[in-house]
């Protein structure tokens, strides 16, 4: 069995932490910074992970999150920019990408609805117009 980890925490470390988990605006930060705390107080990084939180997580998640603690500071439990499903539409990139006809993934395409009082003024029939469509 392997050897329980032992966290030894500054007294500034333990009080940067427990502002973290008491003030950040970020619910994720609050609770890494819990896990942290718990495991410097002396429980184990699988009773942590597994029954210390608000939602079960995989030991080895809580221990990347002590090293990463260790390495950068409070930073270090912030969700590194780039992480994560990338949108699929940017306003900024002004109306999507680069696609068929110059619609790219995002773009609308422009629907016309007819009426049957528009179809009869045109004199059509209101299902040929609509069997002119499913062609």
Same mark, same amino acid.
């Not at 609805?113 to 062609?135: C, F, I, M, N, T």
């Given at each position: 069995? /392997?050897? $329980? &980890?032992?966290? !030894?925490?500054?007294?500034?470390?333990?009080?940067?932490? =427990?502002? #973290?988990?008491? *003030?950040? /605006?970020? $619910? &994720?930060?609050? !609770?890494?910074?819990?896990?942290?705390?718990?495991?410097? =107080?002396? #429980?184990?990084? *699988?009773?942590?992970?597994?029954?210390?939180?608000?939602?079960?997580?995989?030991?080895?998640?809580?221990? =990347?999150?002590?090293?990463?603690?260790?390495?950068?500071?409070?930073?270090?439990?912030?969700?590194?920019?780039?992480?994560?499903?990338?949108?699929?539409?940017?306003?900024?990139?002004?109306?999507?990408?680069?696609?068929?006809?110059?619609?790219?993934?995002?773009?609308?395409?422009?629907?016309?609805?007819?009426?049957?009082?528009?179809?009869?003024?045109?004199?059509?029939?209101?299902?040929?117009?609509?069997?002119?469509?499913?062609?």
């Amino acid at each position: 069995m /392997p050897a $329980a &980890y032992k966290l !030894e925490l500054t007294e500034e470390q333990r009080a940067e932490l =427990e502002m #973290a988990r008491r *003030r950040h /605006p970020k $619910a &994720y930060v609050r !609770e890494r910074a819990a896990a942290i705390l718990k495991v410097d =107080e002396g #429980a184990s990084i *699988r009773q942590v992970a597994l029954k210390g939180l608000l939602r079960r997580r995989r030991p080895e998640t809580v221990k =990347e999150w002590i090293s990463r603690y260790l390495a950068e500071g409070l930073a270090g439990l912030l969700i590194r920019p780039g992480r994560g499903r990338k949108p699929v539409f940017s306003p900024s990139e002004g109306g999507g990408g680069q696609g068929a006809g110059g619609a790219g993934v995002g773009a609308t395409a422009e629907v016309v609805w007819d009426s049957p009082e528009s179809l009869a003024l045109a004199g059509r029939e209101p299902s040929a117009g609509v069997a002119e469509r499913g062609q």
